[in-house]
């Protein structure tokens, strides 16, 4: 007869002696408390509040930023630019950042980052279109894209290989929470308290973005001596089927947000209209019967 502590070790009939593929195996079936005590650790929760705060400012600004621009006296054409500037630096960027994790630690990044979207949001405060602002712009794409890459690096370096897929699932409700949170939020306060308690609010969010990022584990996040793309430094095959299906998902997702937003101006003029139209052109207009 077997003893309780042998059967314990074996799973599906084969034997287990890894602990992590253990609790992989056992977790089958679904999420138990081994699983979570293995993903959900110190440096996994401190990376996840400081991208979720990261993205609470950056996903604020979306809806709200057209109408910035738009009470500063910025044509349409100039919107366009300065809200399309962001996306490209931070695609350009993102072809360096790579190449930077490499040299320096991931928390290191990830301060940097939010550190300059901190500077980003004040400026956004003192300056005024155009061309401040389309430098404002380009600046916060690059802090963009160096935080959201180092945050996804440091969690997939952290996590046990055996619970990886499932820790980077978790992770990346950060974005999906963010948007569903700030969106609505910062709206209500640019018309509750005005644009520039919104920007002093993401820049509060940004700082502690750096500050929870400081947090991190040095040891973990510890950059790669040598680069497994070492002849490869802008591409890898091998992501080139994901790559694509994530290019073809998100840009729908951001033309509804930058579609919704364009129209907020022409909602709250029509909506006026209405209010206008709905009542009577003059208190002193003679009824039919008179």
Not at 9 to 34: F, K, L, N, Q
Not at 215 to 221: D, H, I, P, T
Not at 264 to 287: E, K, R
């Amino acid at each position: 007869m077997r003893s309780g502590r042998l059967a314990k070790s074996e799973i599906c009939g084969r034997p287990c002696t890894d602990v992590a593929h253990y609790g992989a195996m056992a977790d089958r079936a679904g999420t138990s408390p081994y699983t979570l005590r293995n993903i959900l650790t110190i440096d996994y929760v401190l990376g996840f509040l400081a991208f979720f705060s990261f993205l609470a400012a950056f996903h604020a600004l979306i809806p709200t930023l057209p109408l910035y621009l738009a009470r500063l006296g910025s044509s349409e054409r100039e919107i366009g630019v300065l809200v399309g500037a962001f996306g490209v630096a931070s695609l350009a960027s993102r072809l360096l950042v790579g190449r930077v994790l490499l040299k320096f630690s991931e928390r290191l990044v990830m301060m940097g980052g939010a550190t300059l979207f901190i500077i980003c949001f004040l400026s956004l405060i003192l300056f005024s279109p155009f061309w401040p602002f389309l430098i404002v712009r380009v600046l916060q794409g690059v802090a963009f894209a160096c935080l959201d890459t180092a945050a996804i690096a440091y969690v997939i370096r952290i996590s046990p290989p055996a619970y990886r897929a499932r820790a980077i699932n978790y992770f990346l409700l950060a974005p999906s929470l963010a948007a569903a949170i700030s969106a609505t939020s910062g709206v209500v306060l640019v018309n509750t308290y005005g644009f520039s308690a919104l920007l002093l609010s993401c820049a509060g969010l940004s700082i502690c973005a750096a500050l929870l990022s400081s947090k991190l584990n040095v040891g973990a996040s510890k950059p790669a001596a040598v680069s497994p793309a070492k002849h490869l430094p802008f591409f890898e095959p091998k992501i080139l089927a994901p790559a694509m299906a994530n290019f073809l998902v998100l840009p729908s997702t951001c033309l509804f947000s930058n579609l919704r937003s364009s129209l907020l101006p022409w909602q709250t003029s029509w909506s006026s209209f209405a209010g206008q139209v709905s009542q009577p052109s003059s208190p002193s207009m003679p009824s039919s019967a008179g």
